[in-house]
């Protein structure tokens, strides 16, 4: 829209900002925009409700970063939108301050966040997204989305927010396996564990693959479905390609990878140590808490008592090479990695606890968007004016901001879609909050939230002349900003 067009000239609703996906990264932004009333707002998800991870929301399991990284604080601990506002209306602040708890119950995040839903009046569920184009003639991107009772709507907007999450993952050889409805709650991702979770507990045997937290937490689960002496429950076998169980890092200097200071850093990288840098990081976000791994070898410490079978096998440095169904359940072909040698698994069930990744929306390759106003033609849709990477990810700017065609005057915004440029804390609540603000202030056009210039002690690359990182006396390294570039995204 140019501003000789006024808003008024549309049938069609125009907001300065549209939010895609209703997870904790866009809620984060839709609750910051709260704190700024000229930004007009809008967030749709297509889910009838606010829900996290729903599948692995069993008791116990707590969230591993603490609860200042909730949706607000970490950038305006004044907002409403807090978690310690929200246990003060639901008359939980004194509880939970005697509980003593800095990591809390991942289903108290869930509800948490369902409550900040609830409140904002700019999040709409039920309205799942299949179109999102540009129009052209009027500047403006166009989204389409079907809402509860089967009817079309569409808005338009000056900016857009991709939140839509990230998928399950799994190994190759399980995807046919899963594909087939014959092997439901047999064969899942963890992402389905809790939905399943009562005939996994009646089965013989379980595997579980994957060596992260939520592979953890599954097996952990399973092993406390077995009864005091052992003998009832499943059968709990956890294999992980990895060549340990090992635990996330979560030492202090080692958390600063998790802040700006981190961020700015890998983004100067060049793009092939950056990929390099994330494979090598994999205990930064993959690893699994200490408190887990102690639980799991207390519970195997408690079977064996009295020189019992502990019902349950630990395989690191495994991978899975082959799976085909079998007589009551499954062969699974693996290889021991550093044996070079393999053996054969039969298993009654299969849960793939092996992550997520971010993949490319089905509605940016929607067909050309009609804008249902008589004789005005329609909106490209916009997978083909995204100037995808040669890895077909978006290509991200330090604001969040995704390259798109030059004739695109909109800007669009992406959230945890961006591991590649700008590192593992992508995924990362404690970083949602500075990523929401730093959208927002872009957004917004003026700094709605003011962001922290430095968050680390650690001095990430080499340090500059006059930085306090180097020796007054000595001359900087000539190479100091040799290797420093920007990518030149809009």
Not at 134 to 143: C, I, K
Not at 195 to 224: F, K, N, P, Y
């Amino acid at each position: 829209m140019t501003e000789s067009e006024p808003e008024s000239a549309f049938v069609t609703p125009v907001y300065d900002l549209v939010g895609v996906g209703i997870g904790p990264f866009n809620l984060s932004l839709a609750a910051l925009a709260d704190g700024a009333p000229e930004l007009r707002t809008l967030f749709l998800d297509a889910k009838p409700a606010f829900s996290w991870h729903p599948g692995l929301l069993m008791e116990g399991t707590t969230l591993q970063v603490p609860f200042l990284a909730d949706l607000v604080t970490m950038v305006d601990p004044t907002s409403p939108w807090s978690y310690l506002n929200y246990l003060r209306h639901h008359d939980r602040m004194f509880p939970f301050f005697f509980s003593e708890r800095f990591h809390i119950p991942r289903r108290e995040y869930d509800a948490y966040c369902r409550w900040v839903t609830e409140g904002l009046t700019s999040c709409q569920f039920d309205a799942y997204v299949h179109r999102l184009g540009w129009d052209a003639r009027r500047e403006l991107f166009v989204v389409v989305h079907r809402t509860a009772d089967g009817a079309l709507t569409r808005v338009l907007a000056r900016q857009i927010a991709l939140g839509v999450g990230t998928n399950p993952v799994v190994p190759e050889p399980l995807r046919p396996l899963l594909a087939d409805t014959a092997h439901t709650g047999r064969v899942l991702h963890s992402a389905d564990y809790r939905t399943h979770r009562a005939r996994l507990a009646a089965c013989d045997d379980v595997t579980v693959i994957g060596a992260g937290q939520s592979g953890a937490e599954v097996a952990l689960d399973l092993l406390r479905h077995q009864d005091g002496a052992g003998a009832g429950g499943p059968y709990v076998r956890w294999l992980a390609r990895t060549n340990a169980f090992a635990p996330m890092e979560y030492s202090k200097i080692g958390l600063e990878h998790f802040t700006p200071d981190y961020i700015r850093y890998f983004r100067a990288l060049p793009e092939d140590r950056r990929e390099q840098l994330v494979r090598e990081q994999w205990q930064l976000y993959k690893g699994v808490s200490d408190e887990t791994l102690g639980e799991l070898h207390d519970e195997l410490y408690e079977r064996t008592i009295g020189g019992a079978d502990p019902r349950a096998a630990l395989h690191p440095g495994v991978e899975i090479v082959a799976a085909e169904p079998a007589d009551r359940g499954y062969v699974l072909t693996c290889r021991h990695a550093q044996q070079d040698a393999l053996f054969e698994i039969r298993t009654s069930a299969i849960v793939s606890a092996t992550g997520y990744a971010a993949s490319r929306p089905a509605f940016l390759d929607g067909e050309d968007c009609e804008d249902g106003e008589e004789g005005e033609g329609g909106a490209q849709g916009l997978g083909t004016l995204v100037d995808w990477d040669a890895q077909g990810r978006y290509r991200v700017d330090g604001d969040y901001r995704v390259a798109l065609d030059p004739g695109v005057s909109g800007t669009l915004y992406v959230q945890n879609a961006e591991m590649h440029t700008h590192g593992v804390g992508a995924p990362d609540l404690t970083l949602g909050a500075w990523r929401a603000a730093t959208i927002l202030n872009a957004v917004a056009g003026r700094t709605v939230l003011r962001v922290p210039e430095r968050a680390a002690w650690t001095t990430f690359g080499v340090p500059r002349p006059g930085s306090g990182g180097a020796h007054p006396d000595l001359p900087a390294p000539a190479s100091a900003h040799s290797v420093v570039s920007e990518e030149n995204v809009r």
